[in-house]
Structures are given as structure tokens and as C-alpha cells.
């Protein structure tokens, strides 16, 4: 049985490691060239199938380069593509990301390619139903929207990782169970002025069982209709911060799937994802369950 399923973004990620940001019309030699995968759901699913669930990626893959390499990508970690069809004559989801070494910062140009959008088959309509936790992003989002109200059906939990600020949101919004949205998406989708502020707002308008505001360095706040709270930026030396974000949200349907409150859910998918922040690339650098509960001891902290 597969635990964790997700409908979004599959992305296939050419990551360039600089010693620090070159100047317009200039040429510059960088530290390193690779390929990766990435997306918000499908690097969520890496991260927790590393952990240690059973997960599966429901989505369309193109039959060009791209997808060739992001069907063998999963494979490798171990997520299932036993629910996506490849199709020809389309182009695959693919970006240029800058790593600057100097400021552990990431600059990322992105093609959507030209994918006609997911549609859920029975096969797939039956794994969302029987999964403990469907994760979406807003991408692919006819298919994440359908899949969510199936989800809502069936007692699987919706985790909404709200990055983006693409049209048409308000559709899937008032399906997510856990509503993890960035502070960029949260004050720009509510007109807030601080995080505290619009987490309630969000909780009042869509009714998930928490939002999680995720503030990057400054780890992010929590809000379950009654308290709003805090939880920890652990300390880690960056080294790749791109998929930061990604991976904190795979490792948080992780917490859910075991049945964690959401302050502990909070911490361990900020331990998790500070920990891949020490590696390049998004999926390679997710850690496996010892290294974060060894690294959420370290620094003090018990779940």
C-alpha cells in the first residue's frame, strides 16, 4: 500500500554552483554543473520516501530527455511511477537554478513545458483514496484539485504546499487538512502584514486543521484555530538551499502519516529540511530518518 501520494510539480533541474553572481553581459566559469530533479510535490515525495514511507507520484511524464530522467530519478529513490502515463510529443517541466556560494543564495529561471495536464484514472483515483496523505502545490491543478476532494471522501489528509500564487488557488485552498503556505504566498494571498495576521486569516476563511507559515531562516509560525505559535530555523551550514521548502513539506506528511501534533511535525520537518540545506541538490541532499533524529538530539531537542 502506498502511504503518501502527490499531484504537482515534476521538474527537471540543471543546478549551477557559483562562487558568487556574475554581472549582467559578462562571462563567468562556474564551480560545477548537474542535473537534479525538483518540483515542490515530486522533492517532497523523494524526501519522504527517504524517510521511509512508500510514496507515488501521480502525474504526466513527457518521452524526451527530461522525462527520461525524471522516471529514472524516482526510481532511484524509490517513488512509484506506477500511476504515470509518458506521453510523446511533449516537452518536460525543466529550470536553470544559480547556487552563489558566497551568499547561500539560489536564483532559478524555469520552461513549464507543454504537458496537457494530468487525468486521473481509476487506478490513481484508488491510490489517493487509500493513502494516509495526498500532497499538492498548486501545479497540475485541475488533477490536485480533483484528487483533493477524492481525498476529503475517503479520509486521506490534503497537505498544501502553497509556494506559488498561480491562478485559480481558491479552488484547492478549502480542501487542504494541512495548509503550509510560503510567507510570501501567505501575505500576498491575504493582504496581511505579518505572518501572525494572515495565518489566521487563512484558518477562518479555509478551515484546515493548522496553518504552517514557513519563514525560511527564521524557522515559521503555527496556527490551530486557537494558538499561534512558533517553531526553530535549526542551525546548519548551507551549502544548497534550493528545495528547502520541498523537502520541509515531504518530511511534514511524514509527521502526519505517524500521527505527530503539529508543533512536532513543525520541528521535525525544519530539522529535515535544514539538513538537506547542507548538500547540493534537492533530492540528493534529503536525509534519511537516523540523520535527523541523531541531528534534532544534537541540538537539543526530543520529539
Known sequence: MIDIVGIGANVCDTLITLKNYPAEDTKAKCDGVRRSGGGPVATGLVAAAKLGEKCA???????????RFLKADFEKFGVSTAYCRTLSGYTSFTSCIWLARDKATRTVVFDKGNLPGTELDDRAKAAIAAAAVLMV?????????????????NGTKVLYDAGGLYDGVERLLPLADYLIPSEEFA??????????????????????????ITQGKRGGILFDGKTVGTY????????DSNGAGDVFHGAFAVAVKRGY???????????????????????DGAPDLSCVETFLKENGYEL
Open 261 to 283: 501534533d503539529p508543533y512536532r511535525a513543525c520541528l521535525f520537518a525544519s530539522a529535515t529540511s535544514a539538513l538537506k540545506c547542507t548538500k547540493v541538490g534537492a533530492r
Open 137 to 153: 502545490d498548486g501545479n497540475d491543478l485541475d488533477a490536485a484539485v480533483e484528487g483533493a476532494k477524492i481525498a476529503s471522501e
Open 57 to 67: 507520484y501521480i502525474g504526466d511524464l513527457a518521452d524526451d530527455e527530461g522525462g
Open 187 to 212: 501575505l500576498g494571498h491575504t493582504g496581511a502584514k505579518t505572518a501572525e495576521e494572515a495565518a489566521k486569516i487563512l484558518y477562518d476563511k479555509y478551515s484546515p486543521e493548522v496553518v504552517v
Open 232 to 239: 526553530p530555523a535549526l542551525p546548519a551550514a548551507v551549502v
